[in-house]
């Protein structure tokens, strides 16, 4: 069974509900994907006034607004690093370096990647594995030298980590910032990755160059960079021959050279976190790394119990989500990363038969989501469409009341409703038929739908659900990705629509 969550869905329609909608800016901050809810600096965002008067080391990197702000200049190497090391230290107790140039992570946002990773494994999407004595072993794929995940990992959840990369320098500082650490050295094993002679060579580009880490800010208006043409990654080993036989872990998680070329990840540096042309670049990018990764996935298996990876660019997600679907995985999971004014995705899959036909209930981050058909059949109009939803929920028994002059389908779906629309999905049906039994829960789950017309050819489609604190409102996102799936076969010229993910 494929379970596919997004986030991020409404945040394409925001020009489209102008009319409707609070004022853009404020809209934007209220739609936002937040940071990770369990993620130490949701609530508590670093306080450089805080941090300068307990550092001296930091005080110099620190500078006031007009308004009396404390700000750090986000261009300058040391201060970012500097940043970074008292706030490893501060909140997590961490002694950390890396040398000038290499690439430095941003504390909370490496933090989100982690929480998520221990949302995987909490949940119940996929049997617990408990062989290991609720021991969690993790695979870093490209540690960096500044090692920051397994750092993090082990000092906030005490997991283990295999933490892999191919440059001496990583190697190096990794295994220095672990063992500056001793009360989580002992989790820690820094394994370098050979390096054959075909691996990628920075050809007249100095290893010694460095620019923003504002590609964690790839430009924010990355869906506008299309998919380059495949290409295949033929840099050095990822996990097939990287991981030794008999060896088991409960994740692999990475954050891939992102970049194809020196020049690619050179846009609007805005900040300057370092970054060695080895650390950001790789042949065919994020889309050639992470696919190897899923090809190694297929090789390995159930070796490992999630598969995780960052990604980039979101029409990247597009691809290799597809590429899941292909190789036959049982489950794929997407999130949303924020991280300043850029986003990133998360993408986890695994080949672990899933324990349940659907998601366990948990309360939805969301209880407005939209989404747009466009290239609606000249045929047919919000009248059609409206029928089509009531349909749509009355074909998995859920009641409906359909308002034809307000355009309002109101739903009310049971447990059992709810799974038989997420079963919708006949190619994965017998895969889900041969999975255990459905989690029961307590109470229904009620929304609306609302149709309307943007302009001719166009229709918004918006759920809103009605009790968010329904057992069942975990669903609510898959329910309405259904919906859309339908529609848009049924309705719109282009059948597979570009906002599906
Ligand atoms: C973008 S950096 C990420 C560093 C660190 N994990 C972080 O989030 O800041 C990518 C890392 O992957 C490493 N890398 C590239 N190809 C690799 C491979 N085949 N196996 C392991 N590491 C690799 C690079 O050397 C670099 O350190």
């Given at each position: 069974?494929?379970?596919?969550?997004?986030s991020?869905?409404d945040l394409?329609?925001?020009n489209?509900e102008?009319?409707?909608?609070?004022?853009?800016?404020?809209?934007?901050?209220?739609?936002?994907p937040?940071i990770?809810?369990?993620?130490?600096?949701?609530?508590?965002?670093?306080?450089?006034?805080?941090?300068a008067?307990?550092y001296?080391?930091?005080k110099?990197?620190?500078?006031y607004t007009?308004?009396?702000?404390?700000?750090i200049?986000w261009?300058?190497?040391?201060?970012?690093r500097e940043?970074?090391?008292?706030?490893?230290?501060?909140?997590?107790?961490l002694?950390?370096?890396?040398?000038?140039?290499q690439?430095?992570?941003?504390?909370?946002?490496?933090s989100?990647?982690?929480?998520?990773?221990e949302d995987?494994?909490?949940?119940?999407?996929?049997?617990?594995?408990n062989?290991?004595?609720?021991?969690?072993?993790g695979?870093?794929?490209g540690?960096?030298?500044?090692?920051i995940?397994p750092?993090?990992?082990?000092?906030?959840f005490?997991?283990?980590?295999?933490?892999?990369?191919?440059?001496?320098?990583?190697?190096e500082?990794?295994?220095?910032?672990?063992?500056?650490?001793?009360n989580?050295?002992?989790?820690i094993e820094?394994r370098?990755?050979?390096?054959s002679q075909?691996?990628l060579?920075?050809?007249?580009l100095?290893?010694?160059?460095?620019?923003?880490?504002?590609?964690?800010?790839l430009?924010?208006?990355?869906?506008?960079i299309?998919?380059?043409?495949?290409?295949?990654y033929?840099?050095?080993?990822i996990?097939v021959?990287?991981?030794?036989?008999?060896?088991?872990?409960?994740?692999c998680?990475?954050?891939?050279?992102?970049f194809?070329?020196?020049?690619e990840?050179?846009?609007?540096?805005?900040t300057?976190c370092?970054?060695t042309?080895?650390?950001m670049v790789?042949p065919?990018?994020?889309?050639?790394?992470i696919?190897?990764?899923?090809?190694?996935?297929v090789v390995?298996k159930?070796?490992?119990?999630?598969?995780?990876?960052?990604?980039?660019?979101?029409?990247?997600?597009?691809?290799?989500?597809?590429?899941?679907?292909?190789?036959?995985?049982?489950?794929v999971?997407?999130?949303?990363?924020?991280q300043?004014?850029?986003f990133?995705?998360?993408?986890?899959w695994s080949?672990?038969p899933?324990?349940?036909k659907?998601?366990?209930?948990?309360?939805?981050?969301?209880?407005?989501?939209?989404f747009?058909?466009?290239?609606?059949?000249?045929?047919?109009?919000?009248?059609?469409?409206l029928?089509s939803?009531?349909?749509f929920?009355?074909a998995g028994g859920?009641?409906?009341?359909l308002n034809?002059?307000?355009?309002?389908?109101?739903?009310?779906?049971?447990?059992?409703?709810?799974?038989?629309?997420?079963?919708n999905?006949?190619?994965?049906?017998d895969?889900?038929?041969?999975?255990?039994?459905?989690?029961?829960?307590?109470?229904n789950?009620?929304?609306?739908?609302?149709?309307?017309?943007?302009?001719?050819?166009?229709?918004l489609?918006k759920?809103?659900?009605?009790?968010?604190?329904?057992a069942l409102?975990?669903?609510?996102s898959?329910?309405?990705?259904?919906?859309?799936?339908?529609?848009?076969?049924k309705?719109?010229k282009?059948?597979?629509g570009t906002?599906?993910?």
């Amino acid at each position: 069974m494929i379970i596919v969550e997004n986030s991020s869905r409404d945040l394409f329609y925001d020009n489209l509900e102008r009319k409707k909608m609070p004022s853009k800016k404020r809209r934007r901050k209220e739609e936002r994907p937040k940071i990770h809810p369990k993620n130490k600096y949701s609530d508590n965002p670093p306080d450089f006034a805080l941090l300068a008067s307990l550092y001296p080391t930091f005080k110099p990197f620190v500078f006031y607004t007009r308004e009396g702000r404390p700000r750090i200049d986000w261009t300058d190497f040391n201060a970012t690093r500097e940043l970074t090391r008292v706030l490893l230290l501060h909140d997590h107790n961490l002694h950390w370096w890396i040398p000038h140039g290499q690439l430095c992570p941003t504390v909370p946002n490496r933090s989100n990647y982690i929480h998520w990773i221990e949302d995987l494994l909490s949940s119940h999407i996929i049997p617990r594995d408990n062989t290991n004595g609720g021991n969690v072993r993790g695979f870093d794929i490209g540690t960096g030298a500044n090692c920051i995940y397994p750092l993090l990992g082990a000092s906030l959840f005490g997991w283990s980590f295999v933490a892999s990369d191919m440059t001496d320098v990583a190697i190096e500082w990794a295994e220095r910032n672990v063992k500056n650490n001793p009360n989580i050295s002992e989790l820690i094993e820094i394994r370098k990755v050979k390096c054959s002679q075909n691996t990628l060579s920075p050809e007249g580009l100095s290893g010694e160059s460095s620019y923003s880490e504002e590609r964690e800010g790839l430009p924010s208006s990355s869906l506008d960079i299309s998919a380059s043409e495949d290409k295949s990654y033929y840099g050095p080993a990822i996990l097939v021959d990287v991981v030794r036989d008999g060896e088991t872990f409960d994740f692999c998680m990475c954050n891939p050279p992102f970049f194809e070329s020196f020049e690619e990840a050179g846009l609007n540096p805005k900040t300057s976190c370092g970054g060695t042309y080895e650390e950001m670049v790789c042949p065919g990018g994020e889309k050639a790394f992470i696919t190897r990764i899923i090809e190694d996935s297929v090789v390995l298996k159930q070796s490992f119990r999630w598969y995780t990876s960052m990604v980039g660019r979101k029409v990247n997600l597009k691809f290799l989500v597809s590429k899941l679907r292909e190789v036959g995985v049982t489950v794929v999971k997407t999130t949303e990363f924020v991280q300043g004014k850029t986003f990133r995705w998360g993408l986890a899959w695994s080949f672990v038969p899933p324990a349940k036909k659907i998601v366990t209930p948990h309360v939805t981050e969301k209880n407005i989501l939209s989404f747009m058909l466009e290239g609606i059949q000249r045929q047919f109009g919000a009248i059609h469409v409206l029928q089509s939803v009531e349909s749509f929920f009355l074909a998995g028994g859920a009641s409906c009341k359909l308002n034809a002059s307000s355009f309002v389908v109101d739903i009310t779906a049971s447990a059992d409703h709810c799974n038989a629309l997420l079963n919708n999905d006949v190619k994965y049906i017998d895969e889900v038929a041969s999975c255990s039994n459905v989690q029961e829960a307590p109470s229904n789950l009620c929304f609306r739908i609302l149709v309307f017309q943007q302009i001719p050819g166009t229709l918004l489609v918006k759920g809103s659900l009605q009790h968010r604190d329904s057992a069942l409102s975990g669903l609510f996102s898959s329910i309405i990705q259904q919906l859309e799936a339908s529609l848009r076969q049924k309705f719109c010229k282009e059948k597979t629509g570009t906002n599906y993910i």
